[in-house]
């Protein structure tokens, strides 16, 4: 009965060296305040951190935020630590940051839902996860 | 076959216990009959509250108590509760939790609680939430919730031992006081002892605690300061702690404690064991609300046929509580 009703459960993740997260924290308030509960990570985490973390809250969106420019090895390992868990997890991939369009299509590919660009609105940001979450739910 | 969430929980499986406690946030279908082939397995588990005003540090100690505790070889699971927003219902859940060393250990169970993201209520989210942790066999749970407000400071009941922490500063102790804390708590914490002016607060704290005149055989309720970013104290409070939990097995008090817990479960199973049917849509509750409307009987005796209790408020023949089956 309450599936609809329970507030989206996301988690902000910061991996690698990039040493910025006033914008993710913006997006964490902007999250908030359409009704989500967040997760925020803090700065330089490892994939191995997140993943972990974000099997732990059990969340329904996993936002990884990267400028650093290495975000395929990145989400290259992020896939392999996916496909290693002892069951699927739950959470929608969502990607954030600067990057080629060949290397966004290559993630939305591999199983990440949506990528967004440094200067996506928070607005915009979250009706996008909304949407995301409402279409893996559908499948 | 594939394991069911009750056995992935038992095998203290983290996707496991990640998914019952949604199921229990959200309490969905069937999570009770869970939770019930649960019970037998609790019991264990040190259940340890921390709460203290925003910001004295609640979450870094209780990072460096799961350090503490794991170098010791005990299994740690935390529980840490963050406000929800007034306006939007929505919350920014452990972030200075997970933004220590703690971040991504799989040897600890850390699981973030909004206060209103729970739709059977805070508190009953929390005891279920800790018989799962229980369950999965963590040696020590800690619960963290910030110590404004009542409901967050009614939580610590659920807890063995309460922490609360302090930090350096004149006035805070007093503020503690105003909050209700003072009467919560089992051991009492000055953080940020690396700080000015700890040595002052605890004397301070000692000399309240002398003046709320304690009754003979009470715990007495020690001071400890601790230093959570430098890692020192830590493992004296540990120390205190065990000490307070040996003190509530000697004096009966862990007996009552659960005691106490258990009359609010049997409350909160009993009022959804009898309330299940009785919503419109039901049949026979929409034809006694027909009848009293109609006041051709009144609330009271149609409430009464509803649950099967005869008008002299006697129970029915057959027992209202249903055996639970072991498969
Ligand atoms: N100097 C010093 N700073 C500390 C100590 N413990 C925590 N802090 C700092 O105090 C700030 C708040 O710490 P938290 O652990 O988030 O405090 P909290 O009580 O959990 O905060 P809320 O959950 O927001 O109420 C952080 O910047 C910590 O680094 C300590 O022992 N010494
Ligand atoms: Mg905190």
Do not use: C
Request: no cysteine.
């Amino acid at each position: 009965m309450t599936e609809n009703t329970a507030p989206l459960r996301v988690m902000l993740a910061k991996i690698g060296l990039d040493g910025h997260d006033r914008g993710v924290k913006v997006v964490a308030r902007t999250l908030r305040d359409a009704g989500m509960e967040v997760i925020y990570t803090g700065l330089h985490r490892t994939p191995e951190q997140v993943i972990e973390a974000a099997v732990q809250e059990d969340v329904d969106v996993l936002g990884v935020s990267l400028l650093s420019g290495a975000h395929m090895p990145i989400f290259g390992r992020i896939f392999e630590l996916i496909d290693a868990l002892p069951s699927a997890p739950r959470f929608t991939l969502v990607a954030g940051g600067v990057m080629p369009e060949e290397d966004e299509e290559e993630l939305r590919r591999r199983g990440v839902a949506a990528v967004m660009g440094q200067d996506t609105p928070p607005e915009a940001i979250v009706e996008m996860l909304r949407r995301v979450v409402a279409e893996t739910a559908a499948r | 076959m594939t394991a069911t969430l009750v056995d992935r929980v038992l095998a203290n499986d983290q996707a496991g216990i990640a998914r019952m406690l949604t199921r229990i946030e959200r309490r969905d279908e069937g999570v009770d009959k869970e939770l019930a082939q649960l019970h037998e397995h609790t019991g264990r588990a040190h259940v340890v509250g921390i709460t203290g005003p925003p910001g004295s540090g609640k979450s870094t100690l209780v990072s460096a108590m799961a350090l503490e505790y794991r170098r010791q070889g005990r299994t740690v699971g935390i529980l840490a509760v963050d406000p929800s927003s007034a306006y939007s219902g929505g919350a920014i859940l452990g972030d200075h939790i997970r933004m220590n060393a703690l971040a991504g250990n799989p040897d600890v169970y850390i699981r973030s609680l909004a206060t209103r993201g729970a739709l059977g209520g805070l508190s009953r989210a929390v005891v279920d939430g800790l018989s799962v942790l229980d369950a999965a066999g963590k040696d020590v749970i800690l619960l963290e919730t910030v110590g404004v407000g009542q409901v967050e400071v009614d939580i610590m009941g659920v807890a063995h031992s309460t922490v609360v922490v302090s930090i350096p500063g004149a006035g805070d102790a007093i503020q503690a006081i105003k909050a209700g804390l003072l009467e919560v708590a089992d051991v009492h914490v000055v953080n940020k002892a690396d700080a000015p002016g700890a040595d002052r607060t605890v004397s301070e704290l000692r000399d309240m605690l002398r003046l709320s005149r304690r009754k003979a055989f009470q715990w007495n309720v020690p001071v400890q300061k601790t230093s959570a970013t430098k890692h020192e104290g830590i493992a004296e409070l540990i120390a205190e702690l065990d000490k307070h939990l040996g003190w509530m097995h000697e004096h009966g008090e862990l007996e009552q404690h659960a005691r106490r817990i258990s009359t609010t479960r049997v409350r909160w199973a009993a009022e959804e064991v009898a309330l299940r049917d009785l919503r419109p849509g039901k049949p026979d509750f929409d034809a006694a609300v027909e009848q009293v409307a109609h006041r051709r009987t009144d609330p009271l005796t149609a409430a009464r046929q509803l649950l099967g209790v005869d008008t002299a408020g006697n129970p029915p023949q057959t027992s209202p509580i249903p055996k639970e089956g072991t498969s």
